[in-house]
């Protein structure tokens, strides 16, 4: 129960399922430790852990049960947010590697585009050749060779390195974590923190044909009405794919016409990427986690906030009326010594912009800003 898991490689993933698993055989269904403060909870399984089973049967039963109950609910918390904190990493060394490998065959370029245009030349003079059609086709597969896949591989490789697209080369960095991704996927249980379940039935849907070996899936399927009239159902909403992704995920480059079929391995390699950047984003979460769990559940309620933000402004000597807050906030960024500043106040100095719009004067507006350590992929 206390063991932690290892570094996240394919073999310990696989292993660290396994103990997750266990973990919720023993939490059970529901939570009944709702209601019980963080720091209490915190408390009772620090107490568990330093406890061995020898001193733990010397504690009186109801508080042994209190102790191990906090124990095992705190360890499935921390194991479901160390499966996502794999998940990511594993996500992000796929990329990295692709990135990599992109960058290595950017040297190799101008020999691979004069080899594959000679190539292609020699095709097109084949076709323009006297003969048949058959003769021609025959012709032309003389001049490509019994390794088509190789070929196909190569161009994929230079149109990758001539749009500087990393993504065309991930399905080769793919196949040995895929089967850890999809356990990974299966069992932590990802839920979307806003009314926007795309994302969730995508992850459903690539569970449901990992086993398939077809290149391509189907995403629609025929209804026949009761009067008989056949209608073309959706199985998957791909709103969700990024641009950068449409064209390897379906096939066509405009999002105008909608795709019957999907590319499975790059829905799948979609999938686990917007999976990764929506769990750093809080736009994912894990609601029995703790460091993943939905970033509202550590909001106070309302009721609590309008109780309580009279006596905590005038605690803290901060302005609780929104115009007051600006102005309070903009005088103090003001003020800071530049010399003096840390990093994090030079950070929060460039994120902060208090913008007076014409409609809304004297608003503060918190403009995004890309962090220098950033991980999106």
Not at 108 to 132: C, F, K, N
Not at 163 to 174: A, G, I
Request: hydrophobic share 40%; glycine share 6%; proline share 5%.
């Amino acid at each position: 129960m206390k063991a932690e898991p290892g570094q996240p490689t394919v073999k310990r993933i696989k292993q660290f399922v396994a103990h997750l698993g266990w973990l919720e055989q023993q939490a059970g269904e529901g939570d009944p430790l709702a209601g019980i403060p963080t720091v209490k909870m915190n408390r009772f399984a620090a107490e568990a852990r330093a406890l061995n089973a020898a001193r733990m049967n010397l504690v009186a039963e109801q508080k042994r049960h209190a102790l191990v109950a906090a124990l095992v609910f705190q360890q499935r918390a921390r194991a479901y947010d160390d499966g996502a904190e794999m998940l990511i990493r594993q996500v992000r060394k796929i990329h990295n590697r692709a990135k990599e490998s992109l960058q290595n065959k950017h040297a190799e370029a101008a020999e691979r585009s004069t080899s594959l245009v000679r190539t292609l030349r020699d095709v097109a003079l084949a076709y323009q050749s006297d003969g048949s059609s058959d003769d021609r086709i025959g012709a032309i597969g003389t001049l490509i060779g019994p390794a088509v896949d190789d070929l196909v591989r190569r161009c994929d490789e230079h149109i990758a390195s001539a749009t500087r697209n990393h993504l065309h080369l991930l399905p080769q960095f793919f196949r040995h974590p895929r089967t850890a991704l999809m356990l990974l996927l299966e069992k932590l249980p990802l839920t979307s923190t806003t009314q926007d379940k795309r994302v969730e039935e995508a992850i459903r849907f690539v569970l449901a044909n990992k086993d398939s070996r077809a290149d391509m899936v189907p995403i629609t399927k025929e209804v026949r009405g009761q009067d008989g009239a056949v209608s073309t159902e959706s199985l998957l909403d791909l709103s969700f794919v990024p641009d950068a992704w449409w064209t390897l995920v379906t096939g066509l480059k405009s999002r105008a016409t909608a795709p019957n079929h999907v590319d499975r391995r790059f829905l799948e390699l979609c999938v686990v990427s917007v999976v990764a950047d929506e769990l750093q984003a809080s736009d994912l979460c894990i609601a029995a986690g703790n460091k993943f769990r939905d970033y509202g559940q550590r909001l106070i309620s309302w009721p609590d906030y309008h109780r309580e933000v009279r006596s905590y402004g005038e605690q803290t000597g901060i302005p609780i009326d929104g115009k007051e807050f600006a102005k309070h906030l903009r005088s103090n960024l003001r003020r800071w010594p530049v010399q003096q500043m840390t990093d994090s106040h030079r950070i929060v100095t460039s994120a902060l912009n208090m913008v007076s719009l014409w409609s809304r004067p004297s608003v503060p507006i918190l403009l995004p800003m890309i962090s220098r350590g950033s991980t999106s992929f």
